[in-house]
């Protein structure tokens, strides 16, 4: 089974102040990384797939980097509806494994 | 408008069973695989099946592998995740989910609550 660790746990940020979130795998990727979006009480959102790919919607100040074992997400210019949590996700191989998360929280 | 609606959930001792229901609509529900993913109460997320757009193929983690069955009924737009020797561990929102951009879930219900207590 593939583990996936973020970092860090939690990201106290202002609106208007960039976040860098870390997905480090046990083993390569390759790109097949997706990060997903979930707030209080709601669903996840897909935000990226294939380590780079911005999902339909989902807004320029988000991007995604790296391949390998260790990836990026970077909200450029957090909004107040960015402060959430966080999830990387693989597609390399069974079983579908998550990370466990990052929140972004308001400073 | 894309959507998944899942129903089926509640109170149910250890041991027991439990059918939920994921009713698609808006998309070619026949065109998609879907998966079932839960998250226990302040818990991350934890995917739980996998199901191929024709129903034919199957993946389970092994913490559900032999309790836990997904299938579909592509007539009627509706997945189904049928779970049995519940334990109290397996307590969690259920959500179903479509599959796109190869392995992703792009598109969600809203859950529905399984909680497992005697």
């Known amino acids: 089974e593939i583990v996936l660790t973020q970092s860090p746990a939690t990201l106290s940020l202002s609106p208007g102040e960039r976040a860098t979130l870390s997905c480090r795998a046990s083993q390569s990727l390759r790109n097949n990384l997706g990060w997903y979006q979930q707030k209080p009480g709601q669903a996840p959102r897909l935000v990226m797939y294939d380590a780079s790919n911005r999902a339909t919607g989902v807004p320029a100040r988000f991007s995604g980097s790296g391949s390998g074992t260790d990836f990026t997400l970077t909200i450029s210019s957090l909004e107040p509806e960015d402060f959430a949590v966080y999830y990387c996700?693989?597609?390399?191989?069974?079983?579908?494994?998550f990370g466990g998360g990052t929140k972004v929280e308001i400073k | 408008e894309v959507q998944l609606l899942e129903s089926g959930g509640g109170l149910v001792q250890p041991g027991g069973s439990l059918r939920l229901s994921c009713a698609a609509s808006g998309f070619t529900f026949s065109d998609y695989a879907m998966r079932w993913v839960r998250q226990a109460p302040g818990k991350g997320l934890e995917w739980v099946s996998a199901?191929?757009?024709?129903?034919?193929?199957?993946h389970y983690p092994d913490f559900v592998k032999g309790r836990f069955t997904i299938s579909r009924d592509n007539s009627r737009n509706t997945m189904f995740l049928q779970m049995d020797s519940l334990r109290a561990e397996d307590t969690a929102v259920y959500y179903c989910?479509?599959?796109?951009?190869?392995?992703?879930?792009?598109?969600w219900g809203k859950g529905t609550t399984v909680i497992v207590s005697s």
């Open positions: 996700q693989q597609r390399t191989s069974w079983p579908v494994t």
């Open positions: 989910a479509r599959v796109a951009y190869s392995f992703y879930m792009d598109v």
């Open positions: 199901l191929s757009d024709t129903g034919a193929a199957t």
